[in-house]
């Protein structure tokens, strides 16, 4: 029954004895032209991937000098308008307060307010510092 189904393949033919006339395979290349070429060519992709990460690195530099001055720039004018919006807000109190107090206790009021801001910010700013000092700081054992 296995010899007439279709779905299988005759069995392989056994090995015969050496045909005379077929070459003998050849000996291995004793001579190192293989792996020069090799280390030829990693050596050459090496330079063109070296070379392509350089220019890569160079437009990467030139598109962050660009952009990073012109945010610098925007950044400035944001405080300047900061700085100008607080100006009109002082100003703004002092009129708004002088019906209430003389003009002279509205300006004292408002400068009096800002003082007190900037020592807060002050103080903040210093506790910031001393613990950054704190971690960079070692403390020394003799």
Sequence with gaps: ??????????????????????????APDTTLSGLRDDVTALVEDARNYAEAEL????????LVGKHGARALVLLVLALVLLNLALIALAVGAVIALAPLVTIWGAIAIVVG??????ALLVAAALKDGR?????????KTS
């Design 55 to 62: 220019a890569f690195q160079k437009t990467r530099a030139a």
């Design 113 to 118: 307010v800002l003082l007190l801001g900037v």
């Design 1 to 26: 029954m296995a010899d007439i189904d279709p779905g299988l393949a005759p069995p392989p033919a056994a090995p015969g004895p050496a045909d005379p006339a077929a070459p003998a395979p050849e």
């Design 131 to 139: 613990m950054i000092g704190a971690m960079f700081g070692g403390s």
